[in-house]
């Protein structure tokens, strides 16, 4: 502790002296006051063995100092449990969040324009519903996932002809078929009222008529068949009226 400055030249008369002496007055405290001390042991990166085996007691004056990590060679690396994150200033920050925006917009509006893309999300969503209700016997529904088959890659067919094409390879049979018959119904409508689609269509669902006698009672009452196939109409409408 640095006290105030003292002149020594005011105090002792017999020692003139035209100096100023600085006088320190160091706290009488020693090392042993620091023994029941603790502090966090070190860690080896990758590894849960302690680098020191026994605590190793410091000052408590040093604790709390950030502790670098280094690495020697090809030796393990040592660091602390607690890493602090690199200091970006707030203009490059502004700039990388920018640019970060920009991009997750772009990837998004080309996605919409994308019609595999759409395309395969609608399917999925209406294979979710399907599982969602023939769960136990969903081998009766879908085709192998390991059979090979061809899709067409034709950019100027229609949504419909996309969609149908993609199904067919995907349903098994008489499932396929009604789906298909399904989609055709739904394709035949105009725009205007697939904007407007407010209830169930019928359609041939004969297809169904055997997966249906092993639903339990409590999901047909649940959701009936109606207005399950409902939800999979709006999919497909949706998908249909895209323009790609």
Do not use: H
């Not at 160091?26 to 620091?34: A, E, G, K, S």
């Not at 904007?195 to 006698?213: A, H, I, P, R, Y």
């Amino acid at each position: 502790m640095l006290t105030d400055c003292i002149d020594i030249s005011m105090q002792s008369k017999e020692q003139p002296s035209n100096y100023s002496y600085f006088v320190y007055n160091y706290p009488p405290t020693t090392i042993m006051d620091y023994q029941n001390t603790s502090i966090p042991q070190l860690q080896m990166r990758n590894s849960t063995d302690s680098v020191f085996k026994d605590n190793m007691q410091i000052p408590s004056f040093m604790q709390g100092l950030s502790v670098p990590s280094f690495q020697f060679n090809n030796s393990n690396q040592f660091c602390i449990n607690e890493q602090k994150s690199q200091y970006m200033p707030p203009i490059a920050n502004g700039l990388a969040s920018y640019f970060n925006d920009q991009s997750s917009f772009k990837v998004k509006y080309e996605s919409k324009k994308n019609r595999i893309i759409v395309g395969t999300q609608a399917i999925c969503n209406i294979e979710i519903i399907l599982i969602q209700r023939y769960f136990d016997i969903k081998t009766q529904l879908f085709c192998p996932p390991n059979i090979k088959y061809t899709l067409n890659e034709d950019k100027s067919i229609s949504n419909m002809a996309w969609l149908k094409d993609r199904v067919k390879n995907r349903y098994k049979k008489p499932i396929k078929d009604s789906m298909s018959d399904l989609i055709n119904v739904i394709g035949n409508m105009n725009e205007q009222d697939l904007q407007q689609l407010s209830c169930f269509q019928q359609f041939q669902s004969q297809g169904f008529d055997n997966l249906e006698k092993q639903v339990p009672k409590s999901i047909k009452l649940e959701k009936p068949f109606s207005e399950m196939m409902f939800e999979i109409q709006i999919l497909i409408a949706q998908f249909l009226i895209t323009k790609f």
